[in-house]
T-cell receptor, first 114, second 116 residues
Framework: DQQVKQNSPSLSVQEGRISILNCDYTNSMFDYFLWYKKYPAEGPTFLISISSIKDKNEDGRFTVFLNKSAKHLSLHIVPSQPGDSAVYFCAATPPGSGTYKYIFGTGTRLKVLA | ETGVTQSPTHLIKTRGQQVTLRCSSQSGHNTVSWYQQALGQGPQFIFQYYREEENGRGNFPPRFSGLQFPNYSSELNVNALELDDSALYLC???????????????FGSGTRLTVV
């Protein structure tokens, strides 16, 4: 049972335009949501997070939006740059366990075209 | 400040064998987690260690076991390897503090395990 889903395996965007990566989840009790970026042959790197009590968090070119009623979050990258080309994973933390266990989606490969 | 380092980077083992993967946590981090990432999938939580004790476990059988040492380095051991164990194994460290501010793990680059 996939609790965190990224339904688009890939996305191509022109440099300078907006990239929107989407993620859906099934458990309304998730505490935090995070986005990670992964380049080939490297481990995932933390990008941005959002608490379940907020609906928006912004950090430079990256903004995450959380729609709790739809159980949906999205990552906006504006403007997109060729260096943003990577696989993006969304992740969620289950409540209560205190273990920082993350449940990851399957990832979306973003390609930013110069 | 060093990051998370994992060894080896690649490994080929035969079905039924045992394997040990190693991880050195980022300086100052006291919690280590292990994840398995199969091809085309997101990382799946195996377990986490805090103060040398297992602190949570995902849906993995007992033949997956681990250790955390006083210097916060860690090992992942897998016994009786199966073909489906072929994956990228990621180690991630963090500092266990206020869990209401999870700024994310620091991941290593992983060990690519191939079971033949």
């Amino acid at each position: 049972d996939q609790q965190v889903k990224q339904n688009s395996p890939s996305l191509s965007v022109q440099e300078g335009r907006i990239s929107i990566l989407n993620c859906d989840y099934t458990n309304s009790m998730f505490d935090y949501f995070l986005w990670y970026k992964k380049y080939p042959a490297e481990g995932p790197t933390f990008l941005i997070s959002i608490s379940s009590i907020k609906d928006k968090n912004e950090d430079g070119r990256f903004t995450v939006f959380l729609n709790k009623s739809a159980k949906h979050l999205s990552l906006h990258i504006v403007p997109s740059q060729p260096g943003d080309s990577a696989v993006y994973f969304c992740a969620a933390t289950p409540p209560g366990s205190g273990t920082y266990k993350y449940i990851f989606g399957t990832g979306t490969r973003l390609k930013v075209l110069a | 400040e060093t990051g998370v380092t994992q060894s080896p980077t690649h490994l080929i083992k035969t079905r039924g064998q045992q394997v040990t993967l190693r991880c050195s946590s980022q300086s100052g981090h006291n919690t280590v987690s292990w994840y398995q990432q199969a091809l085309g999938q997101g990382p799946q939580f195996i377990f986490q260690y805090y103060r040398e004790e297992e602190n949570g476990r995902g849906n993995f059988p007992p033949r997956f076991s681990g250790l955390q040492f006083p210097n916060y380095s860690s090992e992942l051991n897998v016994n009786a390897l199966e073909l489906d164990d072929s994956a990228l194994y990621l180690c991630a460290s963090s500092f266990r503090a206020n869990r209401r501010h999870p700024y994310g793990y620091t991941f290593g680059s992983g060990t690519r395990l191939t079971v033949v």
